[in-house]
Protein backbone atom coordinates (compact mmCIF):
# COMPACT_ATOMS: atom_id res chain seq x y z
CA UNK A 1 0.00 0.00 0.00
CA UNK A 2 1.43 3.56 -1.20
CA UNK A 3 -0.03 6.97 0.12
CA UNK A 4 0.61 9.94 -1.33
CA UNK A 5 0.22 13.36 -0.24
CA UNK A 6 0.64 16.80 -1.97
CA UNK A 7 1.60 20.06 -0.78
CA UNK A 8 3.16 23.25 -2.17
CA UNK A 9 -0.14 25.01 -3.99
CA UNK A 10 -0.92 28.17 -3.40
CA UNK A 11 -1.63 31.83 -5.46
CA UNK A 12 0.60 32.97 -7.98
CA UNK A 13 1.32 35.55 -10.21
CA UNK A 14 1.54 34.90 -14.02
CA UNK A 15 5.17 34.73 -14.59
CA UNK A 16 5.86 33.12 -11.23
CA UNK A 17 7.07 29.93 -9.58
CA UNK A 18 5.88 27.35 -7.47
CA UNK A 19 7.32 24.27 -6.34
CA UNK A 20 4.74 21.15 -5.73
CA UNK A 21 6.08 18.49 -3.34
CA UNK A 22 4.66 14.52 -3.29
CA UNK A 23 5.44 12.83 -0.30
CA UNK A 24 4.60 9.00 -0.26
CA UNK A 25 4.55 6.28 2.70
CA UNK A 26 5.17 2.72 2.34
CA UNK A 27 8.15 0.52 1.97
CA UNK A 28 7.91 -0.12 -2.10
CA UNK A 29 7.66 2.95 -2.64
CA UNK A 30 10.83 3.63 -5.22
CA UNK A 31 9.40 0.70 -7.17
CA UNK A 32 6.47 2.79 -8.46
CA UNK A 33 6.48 5.66 -11.22
CA UNK A 34 5.23 8.82 -9.98
CA UNK A 35 3.05 11.74 -12.47
CA UNK A 36 1.26 14.79 -11.63
CA UNK A 37 -2.00 15.08 -12.70
CA UNK A 38 -4.32 17.92 -12.94
CA UNK A 39 -7.96 19.03 -13.51
CA UNK A 40 -9.50 22.83 -13.80
CA UNK A 41 -12.86 23.83 -13.40
CA UNK A 42 -15.15 22.24 -15.83
CA UNK A 43 -12.42 19.94 -17.49
CA UNK A 44 -11.26 16.71 -17.49
CA UNK A 45 -8.46 16.04 -15.46
CA UNK A 46 -4.98 15.94 -17.84
CA UNK A 47 -1.56 14.62 -17.84
CA UNK A 48 0.97 17.39 -16.53
CA UNK A 49 4.40 15.08 -15.88
CA UNK A 50 5.81 11.55 -14.96
CA UNK A 51 9.01 10.04 -13.59
CA UNK A 52 9.97 6.65 -13.51
CA UNK A 53 10.97 4.11 -10.53
CA UNK A 54 14.57 5.15 -11.36
CA UNK A 55 14.34 8.51 -11.97
CA UNK A 56 16.00 8.06 -15.36
CA UNK A 57 13.30 9.02 -17.41
CA UNK A 58 10.50 12.23 -17.14
CA UNK A 59 7.73 12.59 -19.87
CA UNK A 60 5.58 16.44 -19.84
CA UNK A 61 2.93 17.31 -21.50
CA UNK A 62 3.31 19.42 -24.00
CA UNK A 63 1.45 22.63 -22.46
CA UNK A 64 4.18 22.19 -20.03
CA UNK A 65 7.32 21.34 -21.28
CA UNK A 66 9.99 23.48 -21.19
CA UNK A 67 8.24 25.43 -17.87
CA UNK A 68 7.74 22.49 -15.58
CA UNK A 69 10.17 20.12 -14.27
CA UNK A 70 9.59 16.75 -12.18
CA UNK A 71 11.83 14.96 -9.83
CA UNK A 72 12.72 11.87 -7.29
CA UNK A 73 14.44 13.33 -3.97
CA UNK A 74 17.51 11.49 -3.23
CA UNK A 75 16.18 9.02 -0.59
CA UNK A 76 13.41 8.45 -3.14
CA UNK A 77 10.27 9.17 -0.59
CA UNK A 78 9.61 12.55 -2.30
CA UNK A 79 8.41 13.56 -5.67
CA UNK A 80 8.56 17.21 -7.03
CA UNK A 81 6.92 19.42 -9.36
CA UNK A 82 9.03 23.00 -10.67
CA UNK A 83 6.39 25.47 -11.96
CA UNK A 84 8.53 28.15 -13.76
CA UNK A 85 6.77 30.42 -16.24
CA UNK A 86 3.27 29.87 -14.48
CA UNK A 87 0.60 31.04 -16.70
CA UNK A 88 -3.42 31.67 -15.95
CA UNK A 89 -4.46 28.44 -17.30
CA UNK A 90 -2.47 26.56 -15.18
CA UNK A 91 -4.89 27.19 -12.82
CA UNK A 92 -6.23 23.37 -11.57
CA UNK A 93 -6.08 21.05 -8.63
CA UNK A 94 -3.03 18.93 -8.90
CA UNK A 95 -2.77 15.51 -7.72
CA UNK A 96 -0.39 13.30 -7.30
CA UNK A 97 -0.01 9.77 -8.51
CA UNK A 98 2.23 6.32 -8.11
CA UNK A 99 1.54 3.73 -10.39
CA UNK A 100 3.39 0.56 -11.63
CA UNK A 101 3.59 1.92 -15.55
CA UNK A 102 6.05 2.27 -17.75
CA UNK A 103 7.18 4.39 -20.71
CA UNK A 104 4.39 6.05 -22.78
CA UNK A 105 1.43 4.12 -20.33
CA UNK A 106 2.54 7.34 -17.86
CA UNK A 107 0.92 9.51 -19.53
CA UNK A 108 -2.65 7.74 -18.93
CA UNK A 109 -4.36 7.83 -15.51
CA UNK A 110 -5.09 4.23 -16.14
CA UNK A 111 -1.47 3.24 -15.05
CA UNK A 112 -1.37 4.74 -11.86
CA UNK A 113 -2.80 2.70 -8.73
CA UNK A 114 -2.96 5.53 -5.61
CA UNK A 115 -3.79 8.98 -5.78
CA UNK A 116 -3.24 11.66 -3.21
CA UNK A 117 -6.42 14.00 -2.28
CA UNK A 118 -4.71 17.56 -4.41
CA UNK A 119 -3.46 20.53 -3.92
CA UNK A 120 -4.87 23.76 -5.34
CA UNK A 121 -2.84 26.07 -7.80
CA UNK A 122 -4.18 29.64 -8.51
CA UNK A 123 -2.09 31.66 -11.13
CA UNK A 124 -3.86 35.71 -11.30
CA UNK A 125 -3.23 37.29 -14.57
Known amino acids: QVQVVESGGGLVQAGGSLRLSCAAS????????MGWFRQAPGKEREFVAAVTRSGGSTYYADSVKGRFTISRGNAKTTVYLQMNSLKPEDTAVYYC??????????????????WGQGTQVTVSS
Open 97 to 114: AAGLGSGSNLYRDWAYNY
Open 26 to 33: GRTFSSYA
